[in-house]
């Protein structure tokens, strides 16, 4: 009589013998170098590489934005970003131009940043940091040279926004200089309302 028989029951010994076969199969495959195929899924969509392979446009809220998120602009180190939150606890921000008035903060680093802010108020970056809306009225009439303009210049047309503005140097980098005041209505996002509209004041 087979003592194992005695020992496990027939459907226990079909089981050992499953075992058996799946040890010495796996023995075999790895003696023979054998290694199963990595899985080729994609990194998962929040990874780190997705999250830098993606085009996100970058949108800071300087009345809302931690200081992590601050730090985020350019020219905006941990001093810099703590200095606008103390400004903030003094007084609310009603007008997106008042970053300039945060100690540090000047015309140029203002005009560097504008493009990654959430737009609130008043633009216009004035050597002051104290820019009005009187200010603002002051220079609507003034030429703007659509070949050379800055963001902020840009801006200060109506209906153009720094997302508009930002259009506008990446056309003429890609295309060239403007040749007529129609050729902005080839700019996405402007039209032939929007060039009516500043007709008066386009200077090439």
Known sequence: MNPINNLFSKQEQRLLLLVAFFALLGNALS?????????????????????????????????????????????????????ILIFRKR??????????????????TYRRILPYL??????????????SGKASSAQDSSPIHINSASI????????????KAAAIIRYREENGAFSAPEDLCKVKGIGAKTLAKNIHRIRL
């Open 152 to 163: 902020e210049e840009l801006c200060t047309l109506s209906g153009i926004g720094p997302k």
């Open 91 to 108: 007084q609310s921000f009603s007008s997106v131009n008042q970053l300039m008035q945060v100690k540090g903060i000047g015309i140029k």
């Open 118 to 131: 959430v737009i609130f108020g008043d633009t216009l970056a004035t050597d002051s940091g104290n820019a």
């Open 31 to 83: 003696l023979t170098g054998y290694t199963p195929a990595l899985s080729a899924e994609p990194i998962a969509s929040d990874s780190l590489g997705s999250a830098l392979a993606e085009d996100v446009e970058l949108k800071i809220d300087p009345r809302t934005a931690s200081i992590e998120e601050l730090m985020c602009l350019p020219g905006i180190g941990a001093k810099r970003a703590e200095d």
